[in-house]
């Protein structure tokens, strides 16, 4: 049967934590892509921020790039090839099939990610990726490309990690035009509710949540808004067809709720939520994140944690509710798997 | 552009609500599946339970397949081909690309609709059906068989009438194995329950679902759990690989939930939901369907009336949750649109 298998080679840009838990979770499944999808892989490019950029060929260790990752290693040392100048003229030497398209998020530009993919896709790649800068900022732009080169950008991790969401759409539900989203889309805000909820003060409860490593040391991102309104922005852009940036949204983040408010909301059997919410009006949508106080009637009233939810309101179903619990860097490592399965079986 | 479009030819098998729900569903939606699919359609069968056949190799007028159905009419006056003498042979001599399957559901054998699926795919057509008959007694055989000619056996309105469950894991979750399956999966038996929190006695809540259409003359089916366990079989056959017949599942309707007990479980903030359930061990599955008390922590508690929810365990995701809220006849006809738009894009 070795005449059936397919070998793809695949190059990651930036090697984080998603990056990482991509590696080691196709590592575990490389039996089964073999068994049941008749494919192998090497990795045969990674360049990180700062520490370096391997090329080889021939497939990088994955255990010694995990290694190297670990103790802040220079991926240099991993190279049989001489290292490119810099991210682009990697993509353009490494003769990969697949970018994983993993740098940081940049909400004002997406850049450099969206010249990272626009890269990628004209050297012939399928571009995945879990970074929501190039889907707000050029996803119309990036999937004519792709559609020209007849390869696939891909996103699924960067709403609701690997919960399948715009596969939903794109897969399963045809003819279906999406009238308005609702959702709890950003983890870090739930917590710090839920720990506010359990009496903690909002300075504890972030401090808790950069401990456990879902807030940054600047946790503006999350409490501000900013992450919940750039998926909202992904949502629309995609599922609505109407462009649109995290800036255009009406944004007010959780920094008000106080604990007297969580009291008192409590006291009414309630719970406050940063909500999405964007409804559909001809070509144009109105969009905001705000907190909100939700009842028990509500599903997102059980929402606690790091659990999200996303509500689509269409023309062909009632509402469809999809709620995803306990995700994790696994669980974005899986959404870019199933990209990357979905995309080499044209799905 | 008239020379890029795909006609398909389309026999009913099954004319009642739902297949009526869809011909409306085809007819509304005409120019969007020309414009954005490429594709026109025709009915060229029709076959009914009690009120004849019809065969136009040109379309039957959907308006008057419709107005022949509302008023009780005969099918067989709108023949333009001498009716064939049973379903079978309709079938055969239709000429159809693809059949819908919409007779009513036998759940101990899964006939008569077994047979027409087997004989649509024998003759070359996608076999689509609403009826969740065939899937538990002949996933496995129909779905190799379709596979052997090369098309589709899809049933997405099975379970969770529009919302893509199937689809979901066929299209959308690659490499994904389902540990656990719980919902609440059966419509009747949830408004029962919400009506009973109302005031209502059991015999009232079952009379006004009979009402509003969605309890048949004999509740059985719905109250003592056969459709839960149905649906919860046809799940476990599919996603979880196992096959699996409701006579297999340990079955508890919702007979014994009296006003009493659901006004205890309101005293302590919690609802009654017949709940199902499947866990795999191995290469078998434990599975019941039971009433069971659910506390606001958890999304069941939030469904009210007819809107159902499943939710996933598997082995790459944390639980994934779906919640369908207000199905209808349009919501099931959306499927089995779905399932048409699918197969032909073999998606």
């Not at 840009?13 to 499944?29: C, E, H, P, Y």
């Not at 969009?287 to 028990?296: H, L, Q, S």
């Amino acid at each position: 049967l070795e005449f059936f298998m397919e070998h793809y080679k695949l190059a990651f840009i930036g090697f984080g934590n998603v990056g990482q838990a991509l590696a080691r979770l196709l590592q575990s499944k490389e039996y089964e892509l073999k068994e049941k999808y008749n494919i192998t892989f090497s990795i045969t490019a990674i360049a990180t921020g700062n520490h370096g950029q391997a090329i080889d060929p021939n497939g990088i260790d994955v255990v010694d790039a995990l290694r190297t990752a670990k103790h802040d290693g220079d991926f240099s040392s991993l190279s049989r090839s001489p290292a490119p100048a810099n991210t682009l003229s990697l993509i353009r030497t490494c003769k990969a099939d697949v970018l994983f398209e993993n740098s940081p998020v940049n909400y004002k530009t997406g850049q450099p990610a969206v010249k990272h993919i626009r890269t990628a896709l004209e050297c012939g790649m399928h571009a995945l990726t879990a970074n929501k800068g190039p889907v707000v900022h050029a996803y119309h732009q990036l999937t004519a490309l792709a559609d020209k080169q007849r390869k696939k950008f891909y996103f699924e991790s960067t709403v609701m990690d690997g919960a399948p969401i715009f596969a939903l759409f794109r897969s399963a539900l045809p003819a279906a035009n999406v009238h308005t989203i609702k959702g709890v889309l950003n983890s870090t805000t739930n917590m710090i509710l839920t720990q506010m909820e359990g009496g903690e003060s909002f300075d504890d409860a972030v401090a808790y949540c950069q401990k456990i490593g879902i807030a940054e040391t600047d946790p503006s991102g999350d409490v501000d808004g900013w992450d919940a309104a750039i998926k909202l922005s992904a949502l629309i852009t995609v599922l609505m067809g109407i462009p649109t940036k995290p800036t255009q949204i009406q944004r007010e983040g959780i920094r008000d709720i106080t604990l007297d408010k969580i009291a008192t909301a409590k006291a009414k059997g309630m719970r406050w939520k940063l909500v999405c919410t964007a409804r559909r009006e001809g070509m144009s949508v109105h969009a905001r994140v705000a907190p909100e106080m939700v009842g028990p009637e509500s599903p997102l009233y059980t929402l606690t944690g790091t659990t999200s939810i996303a509500q689509f309101e269409t023309n062909v179903l009632g509402m469809l509710s999809i709620i995803e619990s306990d995700p994790s860097p696994q669980t974005t490592a899986y959404g870019l798997l199933a990209d990357l399965l979905n995309a080499i079986s044209g799905k």
